[in-house]
C-alpha cells in the first residue's frame, strides 16, 4: 500500500483502518514518526490541505519540507519539469504530498518515485485525502455512515472533493445520495456508476431540495471569475441561505471541504446544522492516519 493515488478502489477495510488510526490520534494515542521527513509539493495554492498536512506531520513528530511550485518566471531560472521536482523531491523524502493542476500528475509522480505518493488534488479529478476527511467527519458527527440520506450540492461535475467522496461512500451500505447541481455540472457518470455498483440509490436533479437528508455536502459553485459557466441568478439557487438550512431535519448536519466564497452564507454558520468548521477541526486526525499509513510502509 505505497500511496494513496485515488479513492477509486479504495476498500472498506482500509478506510475502516484510517477511522480507527484517526480516532486514535484524536485520543492522543497512535504511532509517532520522528525521524520521518514528508514532502509538500503544491504546484497550486491550498490551505487546508498543505498547512493541515504540515500541521499532521508535525503532531506525528515528523519534519516537513515545502515546495509551492517549481521554477517558472525568467527571475527565478527556467522551468522545472514535474519529472525532474519528484525524483529530486521524491528520493530525500519519505512521503510525498502533491498537487497539481494536471489529472495524470499524481500516477506519473508516482512511477518515478518508489517514495509514497499522497494525491492532495490532481486537477478536476480527484481529492481522496479530502474525501477520507469528509468521511471520518460524517462517522464522527452523525455516528455512522451506512443507511443515510446524503445531498451533494454544487459543481459536481468540476469540484474534485464530490469525485472522491462518492468513490469513498460506494464502499458503504444503503445510502440514498441525491446529486443537486445546475444543467451540465452533474456528477459524471462513472462517479454514479460507482454508487450505483455500491448498491446505492442515487438521483439527479436541478432542485435544492433538502428536507429529508441526513447530510448536506456543499461542494462548491464555479468561481465567478469562470464567465459564462453559471449567471447570478443561477448561482442564487444553488446558495444555502439560512432559509435553505433551516429546511433540514434538525439532526442533519451541513459539510463543506472549504473554502466557500458564498455558496454558504455565513449566516447559516451559527445553526447547529453548520458542521464545516468542526469537519476542518477533525481533519488532522485523519490526515495523520493517512501520513501514519503511507511513512509506515516507507519507514518500515
Ligand atoms: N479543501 C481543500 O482542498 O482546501 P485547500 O484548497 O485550501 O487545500
Not at 471520518?136 to 474534485?160: K, P, Q, W
Not at 454558520?269 to 509506515?296: C, H
Request: glycine residues 8%; proline residues 6%; negative net charge.
Amino acid at each position: 500500500m505505497p500511496g494513496l493515488l485515488t479513492a477509486a478502489g479504495i476498500s472498506r477495510d482500509r478506510i475502516e483502518r484510517l477511522v480507527e488510526a484517526a480516532r486514535d490520534y484524536r485520543d492522543g494515542r497512535g504511532r509517532r514518526h520522528p525521524e520521518a521527513l514528508v514532502g509538500l509539493v503544491f504546484f497550486e495554492d491550498s490551505l487546508r490541505t498543505r498547512v493541515g498536512f504540515d500541521a499532521a506531520a508535525v503532531r506525528l513528530r515528523a519534519s516537513t519540507t515545502t515546495l509551492l511550485a517549481t521554477k517558472k518566471t525568467p527571475a527565478m531560472g527556467f522551468p522545472e519539469t514535474l519529472d525532474d521536482t519528484v525524483r529530486s523531491v521524491g528520493s530525500w523524502c519519505d512521503a510525498l504530498c502533491l498537487r497539481h493542476p494536471d489529472a495524470d500528475a499524481v500516477a506519473r509522480a508516482a512511477s518515478l518515485t518508489t517514495t509514497p505518493v499522497i494525491n492532495c488534488g490532481n486537477g478536476r479529478d480527484e481529492h481522496p485525502t479530502q474525501a477520507l476527511v469528509d468521511l471520518f467527519a460524517i462517522a464522527e458527527i452523525l455516528g455512522r455512515v451506512d443507511g443515510l440520506r446524503v445531498g451533494l450540492v454544487g459543481d459536481l461535475d468540476g469540484m474534485r472533493a464530490a469525485h472522491s467522496l462518492a468513490l469513498v461512500l460506494s464502499r458503504f451500505h444503503e445510502l440514498e445520495v441525491r446529486c443537486i447541481s445546475p444543467a451540465g455540472l452533474g456528477l459524471p457518470p462513472r462517479f454514479t456508476q460507482a454508487l450505483r455498483d455500491g448498491g446505492h440509490r442515487v438521483a439527479e436533479v436541478d432542485a435544492l431540495d433538502v428536507r429529508d437528508l441526513d447530510v448536506l455536502y456543499v461542494a462548491g459553485l464555479p468561481a465567478p471569475t469562470r464567465v459564462g459557466v453559471l449567471t447570478p441568478d443561477q448561482q442564487a439557487r444553488y446558495r444555502v441561505t439560512r432559509a435553505v438550512a433551516e429546511q433540514l431535519p434538525p439532526h442533519a448536519r451541513i459539510l463543506c471541504p472549504l473554502p466557500r466564497l458564498d455558496e454558504i452564507a455565513t449566516e447559516v454558520d451559527e445553526l447547529p446544522q453548520a458542521s464545516y468548521f468542526r469537519q476542518s477541526e477533525l481533519a488532522i486526525t485523519m490526515r495523520m492516519a493517512i501520513l501514519d499509513e503511507a511513512l509506515g510502509a516507507s519507514c518500515a
